[in-house]
């Protein structure tokens, strides 16, 4: 199985602060993505960052990918209470057409 | 913005009826998915859909499944035989090219089986 597992399963910051997410796998992948699920609501994508690139970011996300440890992060800057919400790695494997597998998730709480 | 909708939001069905979830994916979208999450619980793969057969499946994915594309738009996913584990939320997905790119989910069904 090739399914991503984050860490840790909870996260609580105050806003402001960065929250990082770590994302484990077990296969050889060609892309890893990020997605976000508010309560009992439907997955949102968040970015996508290919075996071949190291760091991606967009706006407060930053997500880095180290294909030698089968690991990534999702770090996410100066954080807000909207950012409330459940975070999915999700590895997608090296064949076409092949399934997005999800990893356990990391809740993260920000208070105000 | 294209997106992908599912209806109904919430089913409650009797054990052992048999329930349809439906799924409209964005419409030049090529492959299609359907996932699946217990309440607090990871999400997990059911199936992918491609070019009128299924390219993928898990073991979830039993007998008791089915999933079909009607038309040209809907995309469903058939429980003949629904137990009490099965209740569930459902997400029907769709990407562009199904490697390498970002699926768009739907806000998912809740199933119910009472």
């Known amino acids: 199985s090739q399914q991503g597992e984050e860490d840790p399963q909870a996260l609580s910051i105050q806003e402001g602060e960065n929250a990082t997410m770590n994302c484990s796998y077990k296969?050889?992948?060609?892309?890893l993505q990020w997605y976000r699920q508010n309560s009992g609501r439907g997955l949102v994508h968040l970015i996508l960052?290919?075996?071949?690139?190291r760091e991606k970011h967009s706006g407060r996300l930053r997500v880095t990918l180290d294909t030698s440890k089968k690991s990534s992060s999702l770090l996410i800057t100066a954080s807000r209470a909207a950012d409330t919400a459940s975070y999915f790695c999700?590895?997608?494997?090296?064949?076409?057409?092949?399934?997005?597998?999800f990893g356990k998730g990391t809740t993260l709480s920000v208070s105000s | 913005e294209p997106e992908v909708t599912q209806t109904p939001s919430h089913q409650v069905t009797q054990m052992g009826q048999e329930v349809i979830l439906r799924c409209v994916p964005i419409?030049?979208?090529?492959?299609f998915y359907w996932y699946r999450q217990i309440l607090g619980q990871k999400v997990e793969f059911l199936v992918s859909?491609?070019?009128?057969?299924?390219?993928?499946k898990s073991e979830i994915f039993d007998d008791q499944f089915s999933v079909e594309r009607p038309d040209g738009s809907n995309f469903t996913l058939k429980i003949r035989s629904t137990k009490l584990e099965d209740s569930a939320m459902y997400f029907c997905?769709?990407?562009?090219?199904?490697?390498?790119?970002?699926?768009?989910f739907g806000q998912g069904t809740r199933l119910t089986v009472v």
């Open positions: 859909f491609y070019n009128n057969e299924i390219s993928e």
């Open positions: 296969t050889s992948i060609n892309n």
């Open positions: 999700a590895s997608g494997g090296e064949q076409a057409g092949t399934a997005l597998i």
């Open positions: 419409s030049n979208h090529l492959y």
């Open positions: 960052i290919r075996s071949n690139e």
């Open positions: 997905a769709s990407s562009f090219s199904g490697w390498g790119t970002e699926a768009f």
